[in-house]
Each structure stands twice: as structure tokens, then as C-alpha cells.
């Protein structure tokens, strides 16, 4: 095989790569897909990829606790005023997850969702 060649088929794997990733990061917000769990421990798998978009296309800040639910399904843990909703967990080699990323929500005494943010954490931090 010429060099010309291998470089053609190079560039049309890197371009068929490079589209499916970028195809694959960045995924519309979809209720059934958001909350589809295989497994009791780690979130479903799609959510890091529906992320972005859930939190640019979507208004939550302002929503009732109850519409929130509706939207995003029940939480993954809920405190008196924070609810959050797992995206990522990540474990070593023992039972403690040495990353997570959270979409956590503060919810004021009335049940309105008055802030929302990305919690990451790292060893458990």
C-alpha cells in the first residue's frame, strides 16, 4: 500500500472517529434514557452525555421540587434543602468511589429550585 494511501485511509478513520465523538458527547435530554439504570450502584450511562444540554436547553431553576421530579425523575439523594442527581461515579479498587460528578439543586422552604451546580469530586473529597 502506498503512503498516499495508508495517509487517505488515516485521515477518513481519524474524521470517522472524530465524528463519533463528537456525535456521542453531546446528546438531547431524554426522560427514559436519563433515568434507565442497569444497576442499583452506578448512575445510567447516558447522563454525562445529556448533561449540557439538560442544563442549557432546559429552564430547572425555578421549577417546584414536585416539577422537577416530573422532569428528571426521583433524585438520587435528597437532604432537607439539596437534591442531587448522579452523573458520574468512578471506583478503584475498594467499595469508595475515588471520583463522582453531581448535579446538585437547592430547593428553598417553599419547594422552588432556586440554584443548580456540577459538584466533582475526587478520593472522596
Known sequence: MSNYKKYKLFRSL????????VSCSNQKF???AWCER???VF???LRPYMLDDLITNNKLVGLT???LIARLGMPDNKD???V???IVVEYG???YPVYTKDLEFTISKDSLIMSLRIRESKDGN
Open 38 to 40: 442497569e444497576d442499583s
Open 93 to 95: 479498587t475498594d467499595i
Open 84 to 86: 442531587s442527581y448522579a
Open 80 to 82: 432537607t434543602n439539596i
Open 30 to 32: 431524554d426522560k427514559n
Open 43 to 45: 448512575p445510567p450511562s
Open 65 to 67: 421540587y414536585n416539577e
Open 14 to 21: 481519524f474524521i470517522l472517529l472524530l465524528f463519533i465523538q
